[in-house]
């Protein structure tokens, strides 16, 4: 695949089949996008090869958001300590780089902006709050484009969360929802809607259980049908909590996309993933 249909597959709609972003040839460019779709998919090892290469290249662009990619995905088996010093190195390597213009933020503005969001999400989970609000101010000063906007409304939300304050995070989440939506953003779509239902649920919005689970059904639908294996075990974890009568058959099914999700992680990405007291033991 060449970068438009690896760019539409990696922020836009529909994924392509697995033997379409296998190969390790390629553009850095192409590889970095193809890393970000196999990302999506679960498929963290073949991931994690060619973003282990790009960080080491000779382009420090596409060297930082490859090492914010994979940052990204430690982050997603709760390695939240690793993806904070790969988040650093994106950082450090995209400081000093003039701005440029992409329609998706592969520019220096939104590796900047990648680099500080995902610092902050770190931050977050290892209890450091005010750092974690610091970082999200600095990305949003970047003016990246849409993506760091959907971004940084998930991490804006989060850390509101995290704070107790479910009503502040409703808006963070629904400017992430909406601008996703708009886009056409199928992957960010899913997980904004997830993020969303989380902050309705916890601000006792009017008629919240009823949207939450709506939003998370839509979720769950979409990441099953694209194959999003790295979406869909944390919609059904939600999809347990909101619908607690059929608690058990989504916690199974949590367990079954987590069991293919760490035949297919690095030996680096099922350890984070075995100790994380985030991630839920595949085995149930």
Known sequence: MHEPDLRAAAFGGALPPETAVTRGDGLPR?????AVVLGAQGRYAAATTLLDALRRGDDPLVASLAA????????QLGGHRQARALDGEAF?????LETGSDPDGLDAAGARADALLGLAADNLALGRLPAARRLAER?????AGWRARVRGGWVGAEIELAAGQGAAAVPHAERAFE????RGARRHS????????VALRAAGAPDHQQISDALVGKAMATAEECELLSLLWPATLVAADLRPGHAEEYRFR??????????SADPCG???AGESPWVPAPGG
């Open 30 to 34: 192409e590889r970095l996008l193809a």
């Open 270 to 272: 099922r350890r984070i």
């Open 190 to 197: 899913v997980k904004s809607g997830i993020v969303l239902a």
């Open 139 to 143: 990305a949003a000063g970047e003016d």
């Open 92 to 96: 450090a390597k995209a400081a000093g």
């Open 179 to 182: 601008t996703a939506r708009a």
């Open 254 to 263: 949590t367990a079954e996309v987590l069991h293919a999700v760490l035949r």
């Open 68 to 75: 914010s990619t994979l940052g990204s995905h430690r982050r």
